[in-house]
């Protein structure tokens, strides 16, 4: 894969938004790799899923889709139909099975932590008999101090799902991507990279 022929796809969490993602996308457009974030609509894994597919097969050429915390089930779920995906990364987001749902692979955080995330996104199982990881290689990126997310979670999906690089950061929050963008800039980088 070479990083001029390479778009990457951005897909945010469920309690954020594409602006989010401002850093990581100025970071890649000095290193020549074209970016764009895609609006989760939040209605689901099988309705975000698709919208991500559906913006995916309308971007000319290959594809790494990149996806923070709610938004890494997303692009598990959309990986399946989306077309010329090339690589996933998973930014302090873990990778589900067939029918397992964020809270089945999660030990739920503390009360408060997760209020303001619609219960449909804990509890949904993903829908696609075959996720993205299981064809595409995978690169997961996370913190060691996610209050949302623990690191075990993630360690445990990227071991499943034999990804190419895992990096954890010290000291990084879930928002790494926001906190951290030089190191989710350089997972990216390696994942188009291969």
């Known amino acids: ?10 897909v945010h969490g469920a309690t954020s938004d594409t602006s989010n993602w401002d850093a990581v996308i100025e970071r890649l457009a000095r290193d020549g790799v074209r970016a764009v974030a895609a609006a989760s609509r939040m209605h689901g894994l099988s309705d975000d ?9 309308r971007v000319d050429g290959p594809v790494v889709l990149v996806g923070h915390s709610y ?3 997303v692009i598990t779920q959309a ?4 077309g010329d995906v090339e690589a996933l990364v998973y930014v302090a987001a873990i990778a589900p099975d067939t029918g397992e749902s964020w809270a089945e692979l999660v030990a739920l955080p503390p009360e408060g932590t997760v209020g303001a995330i619609p219960e449909h996104v804990l509890r949904d199982p ?5 996720p993205g990881w299981r064809t595409l290689p995978s690169w997961f990126v996370y913190g060691d101090a996610d209050r949302i997310l623990p690191p075990s979670a993630v360690a445990f999906t990227a071991e499943r799902a034999g990804a190419r690089g895992t990096t954890l950061v010290e000291g990084a929050s879930h928002a790494l991507h926001v906190s951290r963008p030089d190191v989710v800039t350089r997972t990216i980088v390696a994942a188009i990279a291969g």
């Not at 894969?1 to 951005?10: K, N, Q, R, Y």
């Not at 899923?49 to 097969?57: E, K, N, Q, T």
């Open 71 to 73: 938004g890494g089930m």
């Open 49 to 57: 899923g698709a919208h991500v597919a559906d913006l995916v097969r």
């Open 126 to 130: 993903l829908p696609t008999t075959t």
């Open 1 to 10: 894969m070479g990083s001029s022929t390479i778009t990457v796809v951005l």
């Open 79 to 82: 990986a399946t139909d989306a």
